[in-house]
């Protein structure tokens, strides 16, 4: 490659970074009892949803923040921050796509989200969340008529108040950690999907997430339960505006499986990953955690993570019911200053049960990637199984790869096997290529889509496309 | 940090030994005191995640207690070498042309070299064990290898710990140096009388120089009640060889820190270990391997058998520093587990800054291949014995390495006999 081509690449700017102007109603910073009472009340929410956010705040300030991840984090100063912020249009609800803000649609349009008749096409419900409110759900016809639930988090609330006192925090509790706990205190919106008794569900849902407004944390919470016998795929993806501050985004996700029922969760994660100095960027702390309470229940986790300056992220499976099965399928990629500390924890409890792990870390320039992961066996679980495969390959000499797995096991009739390679792309594979007249840029974007493909093939095809086209431009400019 | 009596005991009872430079004095005293500071750490430290030290805390040992042996206990030394008995000199055999010391005489002969070497490698900051010895060892012995130097015998040193009338702190405590394009063989076997309730917390340094090679030992046959604690750590010259194997069977409470610097390149460790716990037994491993130079490589193999109640740790860490190309590192970890009560805890690491590495681990939990059983059966061989041969297959796999003919015989021995029907396996293998 020439010097100019490279200079070009190596000095483009991420592309999603631009700034919607819409006036916000934010809360001023600083976390506090009155402002959890505020966004409670904002919300309009039932009394038991007030209590348990004020029990939350009163236990995380009992806590510290961890600090055991292989990861390097400017302090974070939680007062600084504003836990609130809306769209103005806010009171005056849209009924339909017509009466959104054509600002917000032109935002989704430069995202590429399809939500009017695109959205028809795709085949896809999106249930956007712009900020911290839901301002559109779509196809809530079609997946009523099948009576899947599919809003947002502060509808569901409103309007099935008992599913969500049922369900909340049984997953994750409030207790859970550091960030879930503040999540629990000052969330905002998020997701929720219900699907009942031997409904498989029509189509894919999807939520796509988006931060806008300078300074204010993202919490979102999104809560899916699939009862007996039912069948649910949720896509989550995400971009972010460029911003010089650091954002902090500390969500919770909670899957609750029943007997027979089947969760897919599959996320692609760009958010701003700062500049090439380590300037700016999200900070993304995220607790997922599904729960396989039912028989032969099976949670299925797929992620894509390239973005963030900081991630944090273990979406774990608790296989609880007799033969549950859990996967975990990741591509992590990580590029100038970018760190990732990221993996699974599958805890199994029941009889028979199932796990497999395949993690790719990608570390370029002078990012730090880690896998960090808990196989968990307990007395219990006779004949569990589990697989694990974490392989890292390293782009440039000062970026780090990193792998902690913990094994625990503690039954004789457990079968655990981990492995993991670490290895930079090789000569003699690129050599091979570049010989066959493939440029060294397209050499190199195959040979990762190979590694990745594991990963790949376990994505709905929307977002396969999407996740390969991510990983090249993210990893441009690292090798040339 | 909670007071913990075994530490209060410990530190009231340590005394200056006018006897020794003022260096060791210093060094022994900020050893006790840093103990004093930190304590025993609980298991919120990583390092000790899955080892509480909790059963120690109220407990009292006596360091450098000393017992006396029946004359039937006595084990003669069956090859050259050295036997301590609770900490102190008991019997010597040197080995002609190889100058060993004990430190005593080390620090009258040499004292200011010996300042730089002892403890330049293990540091009593960072172990709690590693400062216990530091501020109680007694006759540590020196053993300088030199320049060209082969033995074609190994060396035996015999730890042997007795029951006193109290139980005893007993810090073994050995420096090596191999210098340039020596070699030799090692054998450290820690031997607890079966009424022992002693703490025993060794530490071995080792240097080794620009071609220079180890074959290094440790057997460990400690007493049923028994605490053990073994830190060793290496460090490593350009195209040194380091080949270190760690067989632990006896013990309650067992934890070894084996630790490798790979300083230059063409540096080579490779780390075997084999463990087999009963009972209530806990054993824990963690080793870690610095590759802190390009083209060093590291293999390594920890293989353990779990049956009762007993429980194991492995933590493997390797590490490879920013610009060590051309790091090869592999490392395995293997489990059989046989018992529903039995655990296993592996943790294998790999800490990379460098891209031009092969660096691989593995680490698995399972059970006898139910096929190979069904095969034996087939032939007539009841499943008792069938699993003991199995079970007995997957140890040899790594005691075959040990390149000392009457030391592989005896370890193959004392492993057979923990199986049931070893009677049997001996006509089998």
Redesign the interface.
Known sequence: MSNQEIENLVSRQYEHGFVTEIESETLPPGINEDVIRHISRIKGEPEFMLNWRLRAFEHWQGMQEPDWAQLNIAPIDYQAISYYSAPKSDKDRPKSLDEVDPKLLETYDKLGIPLHERAALAGVAVDAVFDSVSVATTFKKKLADAGVIFCSFSEAVKNHPELVEKHLGTVVPYTDNFFATLNSAVFTDGSFVFVPRGVRCPMELSTYFRINAANTGQFERTLIVAEEGSHVSYLEGCTAPMRDENQLHAAVVELVALDDAEIKYSTVQNWYPGDENGVGGIYNFVTKRGDCRGRNSKISWTQVETGSAITWKYPSCVLRGENSVGEFYSVAVTNNMQQADTGTKMIHIGKNTRSTIVSKGISAGRAQNSYRGLVKILPGAENARNHAQCDSLLMGDRCGAHTFPYIEAANPSATVEHEATTSKIGDDQLFYCRQRGISEEDAVNMIVNGFCKDVFRELPMEFAVEAQNLLNVSLEGAVG | MTAQPVIENLASQFAPRTAEPDWLGETRRKAIDQLQQQGLPTPRS?NWK?TNLRSLHRRNFRPGLQATLAPDQLLPLSTDGYSFLNGVVHEQHPVPGLDAQLVSQALADNGDQLAGQLSALVSYKTHPFAAMNTAFFEDALVINVRAGQKLDRPLMLEFISARAEEPALICPRVLIRIEKDAHCEIIERYIGMPDAENLVSAVTEVHLAQGASLDHYRLQEAAPKETCSHLMVVHQGGDSRLHTHSIDLGGRLVRNDLHSWLCAPGAHAQLSGFYMAVDSQHVDNHTRIDHNAPHTTSKEDYRGVLADQARAVFNGKVLVA??A?KVDASQSNK?L???????????????????????????????LDEEALFYMRARGIGERTARALLTFAFAEELLADIKIPDLREYVESRVAHRLPDHDRLGDLV
């Not at chain 2, 031009?356 to 939990?365: I, K």
């Open positions: 990583e899955y920013p610009d190309q489990n587990i046989l018992s529903g009560k039995a655990e296993i805890d592996t943790k294998p690491e790999l800490e990379i800054y460098a891209d031009d590495v092969r660096c691989s681990h593995g680490a698995t939990v399972g059970q």
